[in-house]
């Protein structure tokens, strides 16, 4: 269990900083509500699991197969931000729904979070060195402690979605579709600025 709540800690500390993914999350659910911001969330908590499920395993060739992989899908990244950045930018009238809606792109929005996040492997730097910090041994793990960690790590970054996903919730009520109209280009940009960073600082390293 305790591994479980150090998991949860990780998860939350390493979602914390505001990037790509909380810029499109926030305005996912001003724009589209509750449900489109909590699948980018998910997506993102997926990732993360999954970084905390390789950190676990650092010493193994599971880390090691990724890790030759990154800049493959740091560019892959890199590409769905500024396809993203340019969908944000050039899309047309803002209707802001008041009430529930049948939304439908949910599976887009997890994907869209999952491989933004998993662009950046800072996140898997971060769970190694929080787990070295905390002096979890590697090479003691077992099925059941990989298992718990990453199952924190998903519940704790999904904590720090959720509380991101109430924020907006609270903008929304304060705003008008001008509003998100303006903030759609502002962020479009912002994330596209985030793309191309991402492919230019993965090419320029080869």
Not at 170 to 197: A, D, E, H, Q
């Amino acid at each position: 269990m305790l591994t479980f709540f150090i998991g949860v800690l990780s998860g939350f500390c390493l979602a914390l900083p505001v990037g790509a993914v909380a810029i499109l999350c926030i305005n996912k659910t001003l724009q589209f509500g509750f449900k489109s911001g909590l699948a980018v969330g998910l997506g993102a908590a997926f990732a993360d699991a999954f970084y905390a499920f390789i950190a676990i395993y650092s010493l193994t060739t599971i880390s090691n197969i990724f890790l030759q992989n990154q800049e493959i899908l740091r560019i892959i990244g890199g590409l769905c931000l500024v396809f993203i950045s340019i969908r944000m930018i050039f899309s047309g009238p803002v209707v802001i729904e008041t009430k529930e809606v049948a939304y439908s792109k949910w599976p887009q929005d997890i994907i869209s979070g999952f491989v933004i996040t998993l662009s950046n492997p800072l996140t898997y730097i971060g769970f190694i060195a929080l787990l070295s910090y905390m002096h979890l041994v590697f090479r003691n793990f077992n099925s059941e402690l990989v298992l718990n960690f990453s199952l924190g790590a998903f519940a704790g970054s999904l904590i720090w979605w959720l509380i991101l996903i109430e924020f907006a919730r609270f903008l929304k009520n304060k705003v008008n579709s001008t509003f998100i109209k303006r903030s759609n280009i502002i962020s479009g940009f912002i994330i596209l600025v985030f793309g191309v960073l991402v492919i230019l600082s993965t090419l320029g390293n080869n």
